[in-house]
């Protein structure tokens, strides 16, 4: 499972290194007509840049949710395991960006009529992830007889 991890970091680092070197910030690419797009946004917040005035509660929290992650990793195993795997690795990608460099590299944008957010592929990793864990936690739970 740490080579998910490690691999899930490994695959975003090198997705926001492409787009640093590509793509001038705030410059924006098609990549399937009127849909999909990939960009160059800096993000100093959280999602969609909240608290982006905050830094020192953007780190607290970045920081509290993988000692978070880290505790789970030690209580789960078999597909819940897997899925905060992904977690790990899409969090410590985004909070290394927040420590090292001060700020996220978002890319990837789906075109719409409503306000829609740019993200990255860490956040992809980190939301399938917890997908992955809550399946796999409900699945068990729903096995477990809650009655006697």
Same mark, same amino acid.
């Given at each position: 499972m740490k080579s998910i991890v490690l691999l899930t970091f490994l695959l975003d680092q090198l997705c926001k290194h492409w787009i640093n070197q590509n793509l001038a910030v705030g410059e924006k690419r098609? /990549? /399937?007509?009127?849909? /999909?797009?990939?960009?160059?946004?800096k993000n100093k917040g959280m999602a969609m840049g909240a608290f982006s005035e905050k830094r020192w509660f953007v780190l607290l929290a970045s920081a509290l949710a993988m000692v978070s992650i880290i505790r789970l990793w030690k209580r789960t195993e078999g597909l819940e395991k897997l899925g905060v795997a992904f977690m790990a690795g899409g969090g410590i990608s985004n909070i290394y960006d927040r420590f090292v460099k001060g700020e996220v590299t978002d890319y990837i944008f789906f075109?719409?009529?409503?306000?829609?957010?740019?993200?990255? /592929?860490?956040?992809i990793f980190a939301i399938v992830g917890f997908v992955i864990a809550l399946i796999a936690r409900l699945s068990s739970t729903r096995n477990k007889k809650w009655y006697y």
């Open positions: 098609e /990549l /399937l007509k009127n849909k /999909l797009h990939i960009t160059n946004l075109k719409s009529k409503k306000v829609t957010p740019v993200f990255n /592929l860490a956040d």
